[in-house]
């Protein structure tokens, strides 16, 4: 090709390149279109969102905070920021919020930065009962070089031994007690935690990653009220913004919100895509406006899915305490260890249904897993109800159970979600043209 400014024609193959990509890109866009996304860490962003995160922002850089920048040029961005941050402070009612953060687990990085230095102690939940990898030795734990002890469990609540949790804090001792699973199905019993940690001079961290949204809509628990130091998560789960972080606290010492901002920059993030801190900006006002809402129709749509798999002969954990109170159901589908959730989940991929394998207690196996993980926050936000939790569990049942041709299903599975092509619980709710394609 010739130089800048003159006529140039782009080679065949570098073309074709950048076609497979955009090809890729559009095959994605259908399967989920078309299908039924159930992962639990996902989300869809409203058109309005799409609209922000596709602006010239997305090259831009703005190292610092609001009116202390190392570049020129972010005047409005500022403004932006400044904006993100009270709306922040608004949707989880707390005195500080960092939004730069590029993920939820560069959010743990941050805090664990801020709160634990390498060789200190620290307590967390087991990745093999829930907990996610960042609370792990293999990530952002173990990046740290922070001494980790996690928690006895109780297999039948799904959630920390609290007695004997908060006995292990005790006789630990760690520097940050740290909370929050990947594996979400109820609330901590954090203040009880929270409380035997501050008593041995531990701070306590809550990583609400998959929660944020049922708790910022008042649909779950409230852990800068119970005892959390720091909340960190993402940004792009029952929280529906786009993909990101936030690191939240109640504390109002500044030298403490110092130390947790300069965590975030330049500990962990040099330039924090501003295109997706707009974003976020864009979702807090619209979370404003209808968060609660979404948030009782996800937790009344995650009860009822649950129910409705039960019914139809699936092994839900946690059937004594109603199966749920997040977004998220678990269900079993063999023995420990046996692969029988990774085959679950193909299955149900080539039937439209988009899921994702996991441990469940007693597996030991990251990639031969005995369950899924389901999640409804997606098929709530495009106006799915109870009614049609029922009808998406039948479609499970004709897969994973009655052994239906997957092909077979997956044309009714397309007739259901074509009802559903309307994003709520956004500004300008949009048709077809609003979904990511």
Not at 34 to 42: F, K, V
Not at 166 to 188: D, H, K, N, Y
Not at 224 to 233: H, K, S
Request: glycine share 12%.
């Amino acid at each position: 090709m010739s130089g800048v400014g003159g006529d140039w024609k782009a080679s065949d193959e570098n073309l074709g390149f950048a076609q497979a990509v955009l090809d890729a890109t559009a095959a994605s866009g259908d399967h989920y279109r078309h299908g039924l996304g159930m992962i639990a860490s996902e989300n869809i962003v409203s058109p309005m969102v799409q609209q922000v995160i596709t602006s010239d922002l997305h090259g831009r850089y703005a190292e610092g905070l609001p009116g202390k920048r190392y570049y020129q040029g972010c005047d409005d961005f500022d403004t932006i920021e400044a904006l993100g941050i009270d709306l922040a402070q608004r949707v989880f009612n707390c005195r500080y919020a960092n939004i730069q953060s590029t993920s939820g687990t560069v959010s743990n990085i941050g805090a664990l930065k801020a709160l634990a230095k390498p060789g200190d102690k620290i307590t967390a939940v087991s990745t093999a009962d829930g907990g996610h990898i960042s609370h792990a030795r293999m990530g952002a734990v173990g990046l740290r070089g922070l001494d980790l002890t996690t928690y006895p469990w109780d297999v039948d609540r799904m959630e920390p031994d609290v007695d004997a949790a908060c006995a292990m804090i005790r006789e630990v001792e760690p520097t940050l007690a740290l909370v929050g699973q990947s594996v979400f199905l109820f609330p901590t019993p954090l203040q009880e935690m929270a409380d035997a940690a501050h008593e041995v001079g531990a701070s306590v961290m809550y990583d609400g990653a998959h929660v944020l949204g049922l708790i910022a809509g008042g649909q779950f628990q409230d852990p800068l009220r119970e005892g959390a130091d720091v909340m960190t998560g993402s940004s792009h789960k029952t929280f529906p913004g786009p993909q990101g972080g936030f690191v939240l606290s109640n504390s109002d010492d500044g030298k403490f919100q110092r130390k947790l901002n300069t965590a975030i920059f330049p500990g962990v993030c040099s330039s924090y895509h501003l295109h997706h801190v707009a974003g976020k900006v864009v979702a807090f006002a619209e979370f404003l406006e209808y968060g609660e809402a979404y948030a009782k129709a996800i937790v009344e749509n995650a009860r009822a899915f649950g129910s409705a798999m039960a019914a139809e002969g699936f092994d839900v954990l946690a059937e004594g305490r109603g199966y749920t109170a997040s977004h998220q159901i678990l269900t079993r589908h063999g023995e420990h260890d046996s692969g029988a959730g990774a085959k679950a989940a193909q299955l149900l991929e080539d039937a439209g249904i988009i899921t994702n394998m996991n441990m469940l207690p007693g597996d030991t196996k990251a990639m031969t897993p005995s369950g899924l993980r389901l999640g409804v926050q997606e098929l709530t936000r495009v106006g799915m109800d109870v009614t049609q939790m029922e009808e998406v569990a039948r479609l499970y049942a004709r897969v994973l159970i009655h052994n239906e041709d997957p092909a077979a299903v997956k044309n009714d599975v397309r007739a259901l979600k074509d009802e559903f092509l309307i994003i709520r619980y956004c500004f300008n709710e949009s048709g077809v043209s609003g979904y990511p394609l």
